[in-house]
């Protein structure tokens, strides 16, 4: 048996670089946009519906709580989407270097951040 095997297998000290973080919150926004589809159709069937049902789902989605689902339901959607492109883009052969992963992720947060920013405005 191999006695250089790691012994620390406890995740909360294990110090992941900044591209596993992206790739986890890659992974998370897109199981928040699978819950959230469902709640899009139901707004869409309400839509749908009939015009009392339409001016029903009018009135929920001028609360802000429906505001705030909805740009958080917003906000994995940008996020999954930009760090969709950047993992397209590492599927052709760009940004497969550690420092260009890095310096990739850092991209992928900047402009996620500035978009889900005006995503907020936008919906507010």
Do not use: C
């Not at 670089?17 to 709640?39: C, E, M, N, Q, W």
């Amino acid at each position: 048996m191999n006695s250089k095997r790691p012994v620390n297998l406890d995740i909360t000290t294990i110090k992941l670089p900044l591209p596993a973080y992206t790739s986890i919150l890659h992974r998370l926004s897109g199981i928040l946009l699978f819950i959230g589809v469902g709640l899009l159709i139901y707004a869409l069937d309400l839509s749908l519906a009939s015009e009392e049902s339409f001016a029903d789902l009018q009135v929920i989605l001028s609360s802000g709580l429906a505001k705030f689902v909805l740009w958080v339901l917003l906000s994995g959607l940008i996020y999954h989407f930009v760090a969709g492109v950047k993992h397209l883009l590492m599927d052709i052969g760009i940004g497969e270097e550690l420092e260009s992963g890095r310096i990739g992720s850092i991209v992928t947060i900047v402009v996620s951040a500035v978009l889900i920013v005006l995503a907020g405005v936008w919906v507010w």
